[in-house]
C-alpha cells in the first residue's frame, strides 16, 4: 500500500455517516484508503464503492469482495453507480482537498516547495496543466481565476505579470512562476501569498468547485432517505459551498426554494450545525489538518424536502 496521508477527522466522518451494517455506502475522495477501510470495517453484508482519479490510488485498492473501486472523477458518480447496478445509497464520504502524498510528490507540481513542472492534475491524462494556464490564458482569465479561486487582492497585478513575462519566456516550472512574480511577492508572507496562487491554479485545472457542485447534486439525488453526508473541506470556497447546500438546497446564498409560508424547502438537514474541526490531540499528529472542515447533512425520512423556517 502506498503511503497518501494521515485521513483527516477519521472517527468523526466515518461516525457522521450513521453506518448500517448491510448498507451501500461511497467513499467519492478514496486517495489512501484510510476512510474506506474504517468504514469496511463497521460493515457486514453491505458495499462500498471507492472514487478517485489518481491512477496511484490504485496502490491502496483493499483486496475485499465489498468493495468496488472506479478509477473515475466523482462527477460521474450517478453513470458508474448505475453502470455497478447501484440506484440508492446509505450515504457517501468526501474527503475534499489536496493529499499530503501529492503534495509531498515533486513530480506532481502541487507544491510551491519544489522547482517542478507546473501541472497540478489531479487526473494525469487530462490535457489542460498549470502551464497550459498561465501561458495561454487572458489577462482577464487569469485575473478572474486569483480573484474567485485564490481570493487574492491584486489579482490583476498578478495576471498583469505572468502575461508579460511569457512575451520573453515560457512558463513551464514553479521557479518559473515565482521569478515571474517576484515584484509582488511579499517580503514576509510569501508562503501565503503562493498558496493562494497555487490554489487557484489548482482548482481550475481540476475543476474542482464545478465538479463539487455535481457531485453534492447528483448524491443527493440517489441519497435514500435517512442516508447521510459526511463532507470535509479545507479551504473557504469548498466549506462555503457545502455549507450552503446544505442548509439552503442552493449553491448561492441568495436563490432558495420556499413554500407558501416563507419555510425554506431543501432536500437536506444538516446534522451539525456548527462546523466539526479536529481537536488538539489530531493537531499535534498530523498539523497538515489544521484547516479541515467537516460538515454532516441527513436525507429527510418523510418526504423529498425537508422545511426550514
Not at 11 to 33: M, R
Not at 89 to 113: C, M, N, Q, Y
Not at 160 to 188: F, I, M, N, Y
Not at 211 to 219: C, D, I, N, W
Request: net charge neutral.
Amino acid at each position: 500500500m502506498m503511503e497518501y496521508h494521515l485521513p483527516v477527522l477519521l472517527k468523526e466522518s466515518v461516525d457522521g455517516l450513521n453506518i448500517k451494517p448491510n448498507g451501500i455506502y461511497v467513499d467519492v475522495t478514496f486517495g489512501g484508503g484510510g476512510h474506506s477501510r474504517e468504514i469496511l470495517k463497521r460493515l457486514e453484508g453491505g458495499k462500498l464503492v471507492g472514487f478517485d482519479q489518481d491512477e496511484e490510488a490504485m496502490a491502496n485498492v483493499p483486496n475485499d469482495e465489498r468493495f468496488v473501486f472506479v478509477r473515475h472523477n466523482f462527477r460521474f458518480l450517478k453513470n458508474f453507480l448505475k453502470y455497478h447496478g447501484i440506484e440508492q445509497i446509505d450515504g457517501l464520504l468526501a474527503d475534499l482537498g489536496v493529499s499530503s502524498h501529492h503534495f509531498d510528490s515533486p513530480h506532481r507540481g502541487f507544491s510551491f516547495r519544489f522547482d517542478a513542472q507546473l501541472d497540478m492534475r489531479m487526473n494525469r491524462h487530462s490535457e489542460i496543466t498549470a502551464a497550459h494556464l498561465v501561458n495561454c490564458y487572458t489577462a482577464d482569465e487569469l485575473t478572474r481565476i486569483f480573484r474567485v479561486y485564490g481570493e487574492l487582492k491584486n489579482a490583476a497585478k498578478v495576471a498583469h505579470l505572468l502575461v508579460e513575462h511569457r512575451t520573453k519566456a515560457s512558463l513551464q516550472t514553479v521557479g518559473d512562476l515565482q521569478e515571474a512574480l517576484r515584484k509582488v511577492t511579499p517580503r514576509w508572507g510569501d508562503h501565503q501569498f503562493y498558496a493562494q496562487v497555487f490554489q487557484a491554479l489548482r482548482i481550475e485545472v481540476n475543476h474542482e468547485i464545478d465538479y463539487l457542485r455535481s457531485m453534492l447534486t447528483q448524491a443527493t439525488e440517489i441519497l435514500a432517505p435517512g442516508g447521510r453526508l459526511s463532507i470535509i473541506s479545507y479551504h473557504s470556497l469548498e466549506d462555503r459551498v457545502v455549507k450552503n447546500f446544505f442548509r439552503t438546497g442552493s449553491f448561492d446564498t441568495g436563490s432558495t426554494e420556499t413554500d407558501l409560508f416563507g419555510n425554506i424547502l431543501r432536500p437536506l438537514t444538516p446534522v451539525n450545525n456548527k462546523v466539526i474541526v479536529p481537536d488538539q490531540k489530531e493537531l499535534e499528529l498530523n498539523n497538515r489538518a489544521r484547516s479541515a472542515r467537516l460538515r454532516i447533512a441527513e436525507k429527510q425520512e418523510h418526504g423529498e424536502y425537508d422545511r426550514a423556517g
